[in-house]
T-cell receptor, first 120, second 112 residues
Framework: QVQLQESGPGLVRPSQTLSLTCTVSGVSISSVPSYWNWIRQPPGKGLEWIGY???????YYSPSLNSRVSISLDTSKNQLSLRLRSVTAADTAMYYC????????????WGQGTLAIVSS | QSVLTQPPSVSGAPGQRVTISCTGS?????????VHWYQQLPGTAPKLLIY???NRPSGVPDRFSGSKSGTSASLAITGLQAEDEADYYCQSYDSSLSGYNVFGTGTTVTVL
């Protein structure tokens, strides 16, 4: 059974870099045709796709965040990471990681999410 | 700035049938990309409810069904129950500059 769990600092200062980790269990992140996604949800608002990284390290980011975001894999820890630079209050959100397979069949499973607040 | 549009809210009495629309365009749903649906119960992460337009993952009640036609998709809930009160999102893929994965604006289902 594949499980994902996000973790992060909780509070980030404006203009700094937000760094989050998603720990995957039940499957190797590099051994199957999977696409590991980051999605965020501002408080009281809808879902926004951030980007994905494939099992082979190929990345694709949302055009609206492309200049500030990077996603990477750490195969030794079976983790994926998200880095979002130059954050503002608008980046305050619950951040989720989720898996998609190939061919795509929906994002499943999702982690429980980690809340990141941008505030001084 | 979601490219998939859903009604903000729908409501129904227990036992009734409700439908949620998801309207896209020729660069996403109309291009033939599949549509997936998610249920987000209060305070929890979204959960895959329908995949590939009309398929239910194991464990999802058959009260939930999905369909797709042209540039739109729909989610139907028959025999509405109190535990169905949640937010629902559609998701598809897009070939324009909107990005790869695109989500709908979300719909809140209220059981009266």
């Amino acid at each position: 059974q594949v499980q994902l769990q996000e973790s992060g600092p909780g509070l980030v200062r404006p203009s700094q870099t937000l760094s989050l980790t998603c720990t995957v269990s039940g499957v190797s992140i590099s051994s199957v045709p999977s696409y590991w996604n980051w999605i965020r949800q501002p408080p009281g608002k809808g879902l926004e796709w951030i980007g994905y990284i494939s099992y082979s390290g190929l990345t694709y980011y949302s055009p609206s965040l492309n200049s500030r975001v990077s996603i990477s894999l750490d195969t030794s820890k079976n983790q994926l990471s998200l880095r979002l630079r130059s954050v503002t209050a608008a980046d305050t959100a619950m951040y989720y990681c989720a898996r998609d397979q190939w061919p795509p069949a929906g994002l499943d499973p999702w982690g429980q999410g980690t809340l990141a607040i941008v505030s001084s | 700035q979601s490219v998939l549009t859903q009604p903000p809210s729908v409501s129904g009495a227990p036992g009734q049938r409700v439908t949620i629309s998801c309207t896209g365009s020729s660069s996403n749903i109309g291009a033939g990309y599949d549509v997936h649906w998610y249920q987000q119960l209060p305070g929890t992460a979204p959960k895959l409810l329908i995949y590939d337009n009309s398929n239910r993952p194991s464990g999802v009640p058959d009260r939930f069904s999905g369909s797709k036609s042209g540039t739109s998709a729909s989610l139907a809930i028959t025999g509405l129950q109190a535990e169905d009160e949640a937010d629902y999102y559609c998701q598809s893929y897009d070939s324009s500059l909107s990005g790869y994965n695109v989500f709908g604006t979300g719909t809140t289902v209220t059981v009266l």
